[in-house]
Structures are given as structure tokens and as C-alpha cells.
């Protein structure tokens, strides 16, 4: 009985993932870890919908907990991972090397252990730089998604989206043309009743990091692709 309920919560958790509905899953996972504190795969999920709602700490401490019951590999790497992004480098590595410990062709632990390896070794590092296999994880927009749930824009959405963004960038509002943020974007979204920082956040997770980038869709450009912590799911 109890065991089918966390299974049921589970399930419901991994669901809501797929559907983008990052607070809800991790609600869902911190029902079933209640219930079954001592199922490591719990936490490390729960630690996955943390880290998608770029709450870094908390993943961290649900990888933690899982390693406390189960030595896995991949609990090491993503705890690496989200050490990363919180810039702390010395930490990953050691994380990181305990992944390569239990399997030495653990591709997400080798990849970025080699990166920070270089990186830490550079002598004329400059102050606020970062490992290049983290490329554009410190983006200060990602500031304001924290606990966001993205919302999904779908392609005939996306359509009218970039009419609006169009005649905005051509209009008196825009002298400079885009700003680089999603102002229009989030514009557009309110005018229709949406999220604006859900939208944004769909519309950066997929490579379209501002209203101009977001216009380049109709013409047929593929979005710049997002590097790092996608490669290990
Ligand atoms: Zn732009």
C-alpha cells in the first residue's frame, strides 16, 4: 500500500517534469521522499527538479542525501554540476573525481573534470572567468528565473509572437532596436493573459535568450544551442 503511493507519486513527479512543470514535480518527489526517505533515486530526482528550477542549494543538498544511501556515479556528477553553477570550483572537481572513482568512463564527470583541471591550472586565469564547458551558465537573466516554471510557447504562438516582437522593434518605442532582454516578449505574454517570466524562461532554455533572438526563428535560424548540464540527461 504505501509502497504503490510513493510509486503513484513518483510517476506524477516524473510526468510533471516532462510537462515543464518543474514546482509541482518537486512537490510531488518531496511527498514520495516523505514517504520513502530511504530511496536514494528520490533525492537525486528531487534534486533534478531543484536544479531545473535553478535552486542550486537545495539540489545540493538532495544529491547529498542521495549519495548518503547510494554511492552512484551520476549522484556525484550532478552534484558537481550544480556546484558549477554556484561557482564553486574546488568542490566539483573533488565531486566529480569521486564519479571517475566508480566509473572511470563516466562521460559527464570526465568532460568537466578535464575542463576545471585546465582551467584551475591556468595561471593567467582572469578574475570572473569560467570553465569553458560552462559558457553562458552565469547569465545574470537567470537570476530572476529562479523557481520559475516555463511556459510553454507553442509554434503558432511563436508565430504571433514574432508579428508583435516585429512591429514593436520597428515602432518609436524601440529607437535602439532590441535591447537584449525579452521587454516585448514579456509584453506580449501579459497582453494575453501568460506569464511573462514563464515565457521568457521557455523562450531562453530554447536558445532565444532575447526579443531579436526570438525573430530569428521566422527566418529560419536555429536557436544557439545550451552547453553543459543538458549533455548528462
Ligand atoms: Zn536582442
Known amino acids: 500500500m504505501g509502497i504503490s503511493r510513493v510509486e503513484q507519486l513518483f510517476e506524477e513527479a516524473r510526468s510533471n517534469l516532462r510537462k515543464l512543470r518543474y514546482n ?3 512537490d510531488k518527489f518531496t511527498e514520495a521522499m516523505e514517504l520513502a526517505p530511504e530511496r536514494p533515486e528520490i533525492h537525486y530526482n528531487r534534486g533534478f527538479a531543484a536544479s531545473l528550477l535553478y535552486r542550486w542549494e537545495e539540489a545540493i543538498e538532495c544529491f547529498r542525501m542521495a549519495l548518503r544511501l547510494d554511492d552512484h556515479p551520476d549522484y556525484w556528477a550532478h552534484l558537481g554540476l550544480a556546484r558549477l553553477h554556484l561557482r564553486q570550483w574546488e568542490e566539483a572537481l573533488y565531486d566529480f573525481n569521486r564519479a571517475l572513482e566508480i566509473d572511470r568512463g563516466h562521460r559527464v564527470a570526465g568532460a568537466h573534470r578535464d575542463d576545471l583541471v585546465r582551467f584551475l591550472g591556468d595561471q593567467l586565469r582572469l578574475a570572473g572567468a569560467t570553465p569553458p564547458l560552462c559558457h553562458g551558465w552565469y547569465d545574470p537573466r537567470l537570476e530572476s528565473y529562479v523557481g520559475v516554471d516555463p511556459e510553454i510557447v507553442n509554434k503558432a504562438d511563436r508565430v504571433q509572437l514574432r508579428e508583435y516582437i516585429k512591429e514593436a522593434l520597428d515602432s518609436p518605442d ?4 532590441c535591447d537584449h532582454t525579452h521587454r516585448f516578449t514579456e509584453e506580449w505574454a501579459l ?3 501568460r506569464d511573462p517570466l514563464g515565457v521568457s524562461r521557455f523562450l531562453y532554455d530554447r536558445g ?3 526579443d531579436c533572438e526570438v525573430l530569428r526563428e521566422g527566418a529560419g535560424q536555429k ?3 545550451r552547453t553543459g548540464e543538458l549533455d548528462s540527461r
Not at 524601440?174 to 532596436?177: I, L
Request: aromatic share 12%; charged share 5%.
Open 24 to 26: 509541482l514535480a518537486y
Open 174 to 177: 524601440a529607437p535602439g532596436g
Open 191 to 193: 497582453h494575453h493573459g
Open 208 to 210: 532565444w535568450r532575447c
Open 223 to 225: 536557436p544557439a544551442s
